[in-house]
C-alpha cells in the first residue's frame, strides 16, 4: 500500500464515530479513504445509515497529523500494513462485518491457504488444561496449521510456545499497538514469534492500554480462523466472548469437557450444553470435523469393551447408529423410539465414552 493511500486511511481510522463497519461503508462508497475526506458533508449525508453524528469531526485536520505521526511510526519501525481491500489481508476477516480497515503486523506471517485455528482459555489454566492443550497442538503439527492466540498469561502463551516446539506458524493477536508488548514477561518470547509467524493488531502506537482493547482484540482472533478452540474457562471470560464472536461469524466452535466441579470447566461445559461448541474430547476430531483432508483412524477392539460399559438404552442408541452412515437426532429418537430430551442426554453419554461423535448440523455417528 503506497504512503498516500496508507495516510488517508490511517486519518480515516482515527476519526472517533466512525468505527470499521461505517468506514467500509464510507470507503466502498466514495472509492477510496481520501476521497471519503475530500467529500463534501452534505453527499456523504445522502449515503444510507450516515448522519450528522457520524461525520461530526470527519474533516478536522488533527486527524491528518495524527496520521502524519502514526506513518513515521510505521517507517521507522518497518511494520506491514493490511488494508481491508488488499490481496494480502487476511481473507476470513475480509469476511467479517467488523473486521478492521487496516491491520499492523510485524513478523513473518504467510498464510498460504494453510489451516487457521484459535486456541483460546483462561489464564488460569489448570495442569489439565496445559496437558490437553499441548497434545492437541503436537497432533494437530502433521497438518502445518496456524495457530492464533492472544500472547496472554495462560492458554494462549501455552498454545503458542507449543507451537514453536512443533515449527507451526503462530500469531499473537495484541490488544495494544505494536510499540509494546502485554504482558512484558513474554518479551522473551517476541524474537522467536516474529520468526515463525509474528503480531496483529489494528490498535495505535499511540493508543492508550485498556483492558477493553482485550474484547475488541477478540474479533480478529476469532475471524483470521475457521474454528475457535476453548480449552478452559470459568463461567465467565474473555475467551467465551471470542466463542460468541466466532459463532457470530459462522465458523465452528469447539470445547474441551471438564468435570461440573472444576470452576475453570464452567464454561466450557455451558458452551457444550447450550449447543454452541462441539465437544473436543480428541485432539483428532478437529480434523475431521473440519475436513481437512484426514481419513481418520478406526479405534480398534472397541466393540468388545463396549457392552461391558452401556446401559441398556444406550447400547440401544449404539447399534442404531452402527447401522448407519450417520444421523439426525430427531431420526434417532424416532427410529429408537427414545425421547428426544433423553436421546441427546444419552448421546453426550456416548460421546464422553468415546464411541461417538457430533458433526456440523446435529448429526451423528459411530466412531
Not at 466452535?253 to 458452551?271: E, H, K, M
Not at 440401544?316 to 424416532?334: E, V
Amino acid at each position: 500500500m503506497k504512503d498516500d493511500a496508507l495516510f488517508y486511511a490511517l486519518a480515516l481510522q482515527h476519526v472517533p464515530k466512525i468505527g470499521d463497519i461505517i468506514a467500509k461503508k464510507l470507503i466502498n462508497h466514495c472509492g477510496s479513504a481520501e476521497a471519503v475526506l475530500n467529500e463534501k458533508r452534505h453527499k456523504l449525508l445522502l449515503i444510507n445509515g450516515i448522519g450528522t453524528t457520524t461525520l461530526a469531526s470527519l474533516f478536522d485536520k488533527r486527524h491528518l497529523l495524527a496520521a502524519e505521526e502514526e506513518l513515521k511510526f510505521i517507517n521507522d519501525n518497518a511494520i506491514a500494513c493490511l488494508y481491508f481491500k488488499d490481496h494480502l489481508y487476511p481473507q476470513r476477516l475480509k469476511q467479517c462485518i467488523d473486521g478492521p480497515i487496516m491491520l499492523f503486523q510485524s513478523g513473518s506471517i504467510s498464510f498460504q491457504e494453510q489451516p487457521v485455528i484459535s486456541i483460546v482459555g483462561t489464564r488460569r489454566i489448570t495442569t489439565y488444561g496445559i496437558a490437553f492443550c499441548e497434545k492437541l497442538v503436537e497432533e494437530l503439527a502433521v497438518f502445518n496449521p496456524i495457530i492464533v492466540s492472544g500472547f496472554a498469561y495462560g492458554t494462549d502463551i501455552i498454545a503458542q510456545k507449543a507451537a514453536l516446539k512443533y515449527n507451526l506458524q503462530t500469531i499473537g493477536c495484541l490488544a495494544h499497538g505494536l510499540n509494546q508488548i502485554y504482558p512484558r514477561s513474554h518479551k522473551k518470547y517476541m524474537i522467536e514469534v516474529e520468526n515463525n509467524g509474528g503480531f496483529l493488531t489494528d490498535f495505535w502506537s499511540t493508543d492508550t492500554f485498556d483492558r477493553n482493547n482485550f474484547l475488541k482484540r477478540n474479533r480478529i482472533i476469532a475471524g483470521l480462523s475457521e474454528a475457535t478452540i476453548v480449552i478452559e474457562s470459568a463461567e465467565k471470560g474473555g475467551s467465551l466472548v471470542t466463542a460468541d464472536i466466532a459463532n457470530s461469524y459462522d465458523r465452528e466452535v469447539f470445547a474441551v469437557p471438564g468435570r461440573t466441579t472444576d470452576s475453570q470447566s464452567i464454561g466450557c461445559n455451558n458452551l457444550i450444553k447450550y449447543q454452541k461448541a462441539h465437544m473436543l474430547s480428541n485432539p483428532l476430531d478437529v480434523p475431521y470435523l473440519l475436513n481437512w483432508n484426514f481419513d481418520r483412524p478406526q479405534k480398534k477392539g472397541i466393540q468388545k469393551q463396549l457392552f461391558i460399559d452401556l446401559n441398556t438404552d444406550e447400547r440401544t442408541i449404539y447399534n442404531y447408529l452402527k447401522s448407519k452412515d450417520k444421523q439426525l437426532l430427531d431420526i434417532i429418537s424416532l427410529d429408537c423410539s427414545i425421547p428426544v430430551f433423553k436421546t441427546a442426554s444419552l448421546l453426550l453419554n456416548l460421546e464422553l465414552k468415546g464411541v461417538v461423535r457430533p458433526l456440523p448440523g446435529k448429526l451423528f455417528e459411530v466412531i
